[in-house]
């Protein structure tokens, strides 16, 4: 064993290896138990710690499967484990429960005796399916974090009125096996801000989500071809994400979606779009169209996106670009990696503040008005073999956005 603020304890096997909680300081709030040998520790052994840990971290302890919590703990880590089972204490003190890489199937419901859990964090273990019931009587239950199991269904099978509805803040299902998905559900969790679907196999959603809470709804690596957002209704909507999906187009009525600022179609099979598909969304800011299939991009056109400043276009098929009308006060369109050989740079309104395109047969990129107005164009005689880079540096691209959502 070893001590700072936190302590370290290895191989721990017995109960006679106690002794070696007498030698921890107090100025240490935190355990950390590396490769635990015991297959059970029950709640007798956690209970001999001093009682000014708070924080108990078990990890590398492929052996361990069951363990059973004290009261006293406010926050517990257990990772990499072959942990299929864990109780707690009556009216646990429990806060922050993280259980990762580990064989539970289901749940566990002891953790309804921590009625003070804030965040509940199972992932990369084996859970199949998720009841929102499961959680109705968490009442201080704000994040609940299920990402990377193999959740195929989510229901809600409450017959009552629960009181994770009015505290859960954020839900995190992203990186699972589900298919199909009704947004009807998260109605009742009134306080909801972040919904989070990223990487499973979703081909459909049926409901008409009403929130008037949500921020952020990621629907990323998904299988949708199609998305029809009519008749839902969220207008604190922030950010948005239908990024790697099979889209052909934008989702319908995503013009009804007027307070979203940052929107992510990239990665899809887009070929033709016109602004005016987005000009009801007051507050975009960002509207990222990158590693399409586009041909053709009409920007032309009085009904735009009046707060729109970044425009990413880059790795399509786009042939010309035509910027003549750009009615908002500035913009930054991102056009590098098309096969862009028609470009009257003469014709350009003066509210494109900057614009990139390299690696098109043409470059008339500029950052700066002096540029716009006085820089030149260059031919590129590289850009076939650029352009077939494309499906290789998109894919890319789109690993390193995933592993930020």
Request: charged letters at 20%; aromatic letters at 10%.
């Amino acid at each position: 064993m070893f001590c700072t603020f936190e302590c370290y304890i290895v191989n721990f096997k017995a109960e006679s290896d106690m002794f070696a909680f007498r030698q921890i300081p107090n100025i240490s709030n935190t355990i950390n138990m590396h490769n635990v040998l015991m297959r059970r520790m029950n709640q007798a052994i956690l209970e001999r710690l001093p009682s000014f840990i708070q924080k108990i971290v078990i990890f590398n302890s492929n052996k361990l499967q069951w363990v059973a919590i004290p009261q006293s703990f406010s926050e517990v880590k257990i990772e990499e484990s072959s942990l299929r089972s864990i109780d707690f204490a009556a009216n646990s003190l429990l806060k922050f429960l993280e259980i990762t890489y580990c064989d539970l199937e289901t749940v566990p419901l002891a953790v309804e005796k921590a009625p003070k859990l804030e965040v509940l964090e199972v992932r990369d273990c084996k859970l199949s399916e998720i009841d929102l019931a499961t959680f109705c009587d968490y009442s201080s239950l704000s994040t609940l974090n299920l990402q990377r199991n193999m959740i195929r269904y989510v229901v809600n099978t409450s017959t009552r009125k629960c009181r994770v509805y009015d505290t859960l803040t954020d839900l995190l299902l992203d990186r699972n096996m589900l298919t199909a998905v009704n947004m009807d559900l998260f109605h009742i969790f009134i306080n909801l801000k972040v919904l989070n679907f990223h990487n499973n196999s979703i081909i459909s959603l049926s409901g008409r989500l009403h929130h008037n809470k949500l921020t952020a709804l990621t629907l990323s690596r998904n299988k949708l071809d199609h998305v029809d957002l009519c008749g839902w209704y969220v207008p604190s909507m922030d950010t948005v994400s239908f990024a790697s999906n099979y889209l052909t187009k934008a989702p319908e009525c995503m013009n009804n979606w007027t307070s979203v600022s940052l929107l992510f179609l990239n990665n899809n099979k887009i070929a033709n779009f016109n602004i005016e598909s987005v000009a009801g969304l007051y507050n975009l800011t960002l509207l990222d169209l990158q590693c399409n299939q586009l041909t053709e991009v009409m920007l032309n056109s009085a009904l735009f996106p009046p707060n729109l400043e970044l425009l990413d276009i880059q790795r399509n098929n786009l042939t010309s670009l035509d910027v003549s009308f750009i009615p908002v006060r500035s913009l930054n369109v991102n056009a590098p990696y098309n096969l862009i050989s028609s470009f009257d740079k003469s014709n350009t309104s003066p509210n494109i503040t900057e614009l990139s395109m390299k690696g098109n047969p043409i470059d008339c990129s500029w950052s700066t008005r002096l540029e716009q107005l006085y820089g030149e164009c260059y031919r590129n005689d590289e850009y076939i073999f650029l352009h077939n880079q494309n499906d290789r540096i998109c894919e890319n691209t789109l690993v390193v956005v995933n592993r930020l959502l």
